[in-house]
């Protein structure tokens, strides 16, 4: 999952939602990292969603609807498709509004920058200055999220034109997504309620996606 399902999925408190958006950049075991305990917390909620996510049947089926020319980029596509799809369906899976969430989340954000690595901050403050969570729910920004994701690979890649892939299966892509997301929040809720009541970095083990 890209950005905004992570920080949906994990925002039970600010610390939480900063160790949901770190998950993409740190590295290593979680214990050793010289963070908060709650921040840990989330960048192990995030590992577990990203496990929980790629086995998925829903999502392998999402994979294979991307062509040949853009396969090896499939995961990286799919993830920014379903940020898209749960911004446009945002009312079913949240209580609030998309824009009241993304404006909450942003200020808890920059509140912790002294926790982030300097990369994680620099995304952290183009993503909140350019409202980048909100913006996906646009085909058009969508287009321009994943061209900027091109040019940031270090070699030749087929990821520019990519959001072409979700307009030519917009109706697959999308029933994947649907029949997807109330799986991974009843997982994801499962596992922060677990860590919660644990009071430690304890995890449930990963459920079967196919059960």
Known sequence: MNFLAHLLLGSQSPEQALGSMLGDFVK????????????????????????????????????????????RFAGILVDMFYDHLLARHWSRFADRQLEDFTRDVYQQLRAQREWMPERAWTVVHYMSEQDWLSS???????????????????RENALPGGVAELEAAYDGFEADFLAFMPELQRYAEAQAAALTSAGSLVILPSSNPSA
């Open 28 to 71: 290593g075991p979680v214990h050793q990292l010289d963070l908060p305990e709650s921040v840990r917390e989330g960048i192990v909620l995030h590992r577990r969603i990203d496990s929980y996510t790629d086995a998925h049947p829903l999502v392998l089926q999402s994979k294979a609807r991307v062509s040949a020319e853009r396969r």
């Open 136 to 154: 996906y729910a646009e085909l058009a920004h969508l287009h321009r999220a994943v061209d900027n994701m091109a040019r940031r690979l270090r």
